[in-house]
Structure formats: structure tokens, C-alpha cells
């Protein structure tokens, strides 16, 4: 064979190929990890349900069970964060679970979807699952249209019936790794895979380059998702276990910064007993699917006092805060007056001191980033000060990077 056939030979596409036809080596860029040793991880996933549901943790297994006893009972699990998808990357997503099996009037899904913000979330679908209800199958949502839905019995590369290229017949009632990588551009491959002793088999490949036209979801920055409905008697159950979201090569960090401030208007922080509302961020709630990394914020001393700092996720604070949108970019910024005193803190992230009559830049490193709950009620990331002396003017601004 001549050196130039030999480049055109495309090697077989199997688990060591990612989506796009690159081999794969052990360097994965990790944008998500969940493992639920502890809780249910409530500063990453947000729960909602209607009905006679259960809903338990346990530190033995490291799972959360699902659980439905009555027709009309759902409860669905989401990751507050969405996911950015670099083009020209493979994105690839585990999920392990068990439990997985048909049950009657019972409909289980787990992937990488998101939906309308209004319950019981049923409208809009916008992406990427495994769904046990009737059969199991693969299903590709775009805002609300079905792209495709396949049963397992109609899976074009494995069965998983023993009747496979594998030879495999999956139980599913056991422990079940689901594998999902896909390329979007807008119209690239989907793949879909069940991982067994260590090995991924691919069972299904949705193609869309030069088959289909328009994009075959809407958006390829998505949250990691499980859900459980019952519409029905009997009673459902779903383990849902472990889950890892990963860019296939470096995550560059690309896309815009931007920045904010009080234009000259200083809060004025005069009880040293009171933590007052400085400056907030969060999402816009169109652009939920936007992801974004705060850099850290800017606080400065106008009178001689100095003044404690936090940096806190969803505190609780007295009265109302206008927020505002910022031109060009997927977040809205609040500025705290006086009558916004803090309560409870919500999640600190990050604390320090300020000099009287200083200027400080403060850094921000957190995995934690901008995200929302299912119902679409956006994070607030706040800039909140407590004065050391009675008479604090301070100027506030807060820095971030929108990735894409």
C-alpha cells in the first residue's frame, strides 16, 4: 500500500475513536464530576416532583433512589450548571445508574437535556437521552421536536440482545454505565454506548452530516439530567449514581470577558453589626445555557474604615434588587443599597479584609459555577461587605469570563 492510501484508510470506529474519528489517549479535559458520597450534592443538582414520590440518599451505595407509587407522580433530576461544548471537540458524557429496567406506566430517562422552565417540564426537550418506558431506546430532542427516538431492538450497531456483534445481552436491572459522545457543529454524529468490563460498545450512531438539515439540537451546552415519571398504577423505581461530563482535548478558554461597576455611585455600609448587599451576578434567563466563570471583583475604601468581604452563592438578603442587563453579553448585574442587609450567607466562596481607603482586587477560583434550578430560577453570586467603622463608602465592580 503507498504511503497515500495508507492516510485515507480510516481506521475501524470503535471505543478508541471519539466522535470525531480522532484516537482516543487518556487525556480528557473534565468540566463535571459527580460523585454522591456524602449528599445529594445541593449546590450542583436541583430537584423537583409532583405527587407520592421518594427521594432517598445513601452514603452506602453513593446513589439517590427514586422512587413513585400512583399515576400522575414524577420527580426529575438537573444539574444547575450546563456544559460548554468547544466546536471541533468530542464532548463525552458517563452516566451510571441502576434500575434501568421496563417497569408498567413507568418512564426513566437519564442524559444530557434540558427542557421548558415551567412545570412539569415536558415542553421544549433539547437534547440527548436514554429512555426505559414501553422499551428502551436513544432520543434526540430540538426544542421540542423529536429528532429521533430508536428502540434497542432497532439500535444500528448493537442490539445488546446476544444477537450483537458483541454477543452481549445487557440486563437492565443491574448496574448500567451509559456512554454518550457526540460532535455538534449543529449537524455532526451522536454516539451511544453501554461501557462493560472496561470496554465501550457502541450500540446506536445518529448521523446528520449530509442526511439531515438544520441542527439536531439546539443547543449542545446542556445539563446532565434523570428522570422518573409514572402514568399509571403500579410504581416506579431509578438509582441514579454517578455522572462525569468531558471535553475530548484541552478546554481553551476562549470567549469574552467582561466587567461591571457602580459608575460612581458608592454604597453606603455604616453598621459594623450588618453585612450589606454590594454587588451580584447571575444569569440572564434566556441564555441559561451560557457558561460562565467569575474572575473576581474590585472593592475600594472611600473613608477611613476598613471592611470585611464575602463572596457568597445565594444568600438571603432584606428588600429588592434591580438587575440589569449587560449589552452583549448572558448575565444581568445587580447594585445593593443600604436597605439590602444580608441574613444568611447561602454558600461562601471566598472571604477577606479591605484596608480604610484602599483599593482591592480580589481573585475567584470555584468550581461552583453561574447555573439554575429546573424551574429556571437563576444563581445569584454576590459581593456582600461589613464596615469596621461606622461611615463606609465603598465602590464595587465584579469581572467574569462568558466561555463559547
Request: hydrophobic share 35%; aromatic share 10%; glycine share 10%.
Amino acid at each position: 500500500m503507498s504511503f497515500i492510501e495508507d492516510v485515507n484508510v480510516q481506521e475501524q470506529d470503535t471505543g478508541n475513536i471519539d466522535a470525531f474519528g480522532r484516537k482516543r489517549v487518556s487525556q480528557v479535559t473534565t468540566q463535571f464530576d459527580m460523585k454522591q458520597l456524602h449528599d445529594q450534592l445541593p449546590l450542583f443538582i436541583d430537584f423537583d416532583s409532583v405527587g407520592t414520590i421518594s427521594n432517598t440518599h445513601s452514603t452506602t451505595d453513593a446513589n439517590t433512589t427514586l422512587t413513585t407509587s400512583s399515576s400522575g407522580d414524577w420527580i426529575k433530576a438537573q444539574t444547575k450548571q450546563r456544559f460548554n461544548y468547544q466546536s471541533g471537540k468530542s464532548q463525552l458524557m458517563f452516566l451510571t445508574c441502576t434500575n434501568f429496567e421496563l417497569e408498567t406506566n413507568v418512564a426513566k430517562k437519564i442524559g444530557y437535556f434540558s427542557s421548558s422552565t415551567v412545570s412539569p417540564y415536558t415542553a421544549d426537550l433539547d437534547g440527548l437521552y436514554f429512555e426505559s418506558s414501553g422499551d428502551v431506546s436513544i432520543n434526540i430532542w430540538k426544542t421540542g421536536t423529536n429528532i429521533e427516538t430508536t428502540k434497542q431492538s432497532s439500535w444500528n450497531l448493537d442490539t445488546m440482545d446476544g444477537t450483537g456483534v458483541s454477543g452481549i445481552t445487557v440486563d437492565w436491572s443491574k448496574n448500567i454505565i451509559f456512554c454518550i459522545d457526540f460532535e455538534w457543529l449543529g449537524v455532526g454524529r451522536v454516539r451511544w454506548g453501554l461501557v462493560i468490563d472496561g470496554l465501550i460498545y457502541y450500540v446506536h450512531e445518529s448521523l446528520h452530516a449530509n442526511e439531515t438539515t438544520g441542527v439536531y439540537m439546539s443547543s449542545p451546552n446542556q445539563p446532565l439530567r434523570w428522570e422518573l415519571i409514572q402514568s399509571g398504577a403500579g410504581s416506579g423505581t431509578f438509582k441514579f449514581i454517578c455522572g462525569s461530563v468531558n471535553s475530548e482535548g484541552s478546554l481553551n478558554q476562549v470567549g469574552k470577558d467582561g466587567g461591571i461597576g457602580d459608575d460612581g455611585a458608592h454604597l453606603n455600609a455604616n453598621n459594623t453589626s450588618t453585612w450589606y448587599y454590594a454587588i451580584g451576578i447571575k444569569l440572564t434567563s434566556t441564555r441559561l445555557d451560557t457558561l460562565i466563570d467569575v474572575l473576581g471583583a474590585s472593592l475600594k475604601s472611600d473613608t477611613n474604615d476598613s471592611f470585611e468581604y464575602r463572596i457568597c452563592m445565594n444568600p438571603t438578603y432584606a428588600g429588592t434588587v434591580t438587575y440589569n442587563s449587560v449589552t452583549d453579553y448572558s448575565i444581568e448585574y445587580g447594585l445593593g443599597a443600604t436597605a439590602n442587609t444580608v441574613s444568611a450567607f447561602g454558600s461562601i466562596l471566598k472571604a477577606g479584609f479591605g484596608d480604610a481607603k484602599t483599593l482591592i482586587d480580589v481573585d475567584l477560583k470555584t468550581a461552583l459555577r453561574l447555573g439554575a434550578n429546573i424551574d429556571g430560577t437563576p444563581d445569584e453570586l454576590i459581593v456582600m461587605v461589613k464596615p469596621h467603622g461606622s461611615n463606609l463608602d465603598i465602590h464595587r465592580a465584579i469581572n467574569w469570563r462568558e466561555l463559547s
